[in-house]
């Protein structure tokens, strides 16, 4: 399934230029922002593949193996919270972006740009 992401560069970009506009005055205003494209994950590894010159497949984690995969690199409450998230959108209850259905931003970085300084070729 692809999602939207988008690089931390391009997010604080959109979030400085957002700060420093005027006033609208119509209240809180709601604006989604995402990379170029959506990935999947198959899509991380192919890119992770031509970064690093080797294989790299993406391979679904078990349902029952979330909680103590996520707690190898984040805490419980944490790792909790994505399998809420995830639940949530594998089940269809996260919405998406509506077509006019207020403000889009779109960072222009690519996965595989946004990759490349943390993968290193053999």
């Known amino acids: ?3 939207p992401t988008i690089s931390a560069r391009d997010l604080g970009l959109i979030a400085a230029d957002l700060l420093l506009r005027p ?3 119509k209240g809180i205003a709601v604006i989604h922002a995402e990379g170029p494209r959506r990935y999947s994950a198959k899509d991380v590894a192919a890119v992770v593949s031509q970064l ?3 294989m790299v497949r993406a391979q679904a984690v078990p349902r029952f193996q979330w909680q103590a995969t ?3 690199t984040m805490p419980p409450s944490l790792a ?3 399998i ?3 639940d949530a959108k594998n089940k269809g209850g996260l919405v998406e972006i509506a077509p006019n259905a207020g403000e ?3 960072g222009p970085t690519s996965l595989i740009d946004e990759l490349r300084p943390f993968v290193l070729p053999e």
């Open 1 to 3: 399934m692809a999602q």
């Open 23 to 25: 006033e609208s005055g």
């Open 84 to 86: 809420k998230a995830n």
């Open 52 to 54: 690093s010159g080797r």
């Open 80 to 82: 909790s919270l994505l």
């Open 104 to 106: 889009v931003r779109y």
């Open 70 to 72: 996520f707690e190898r």
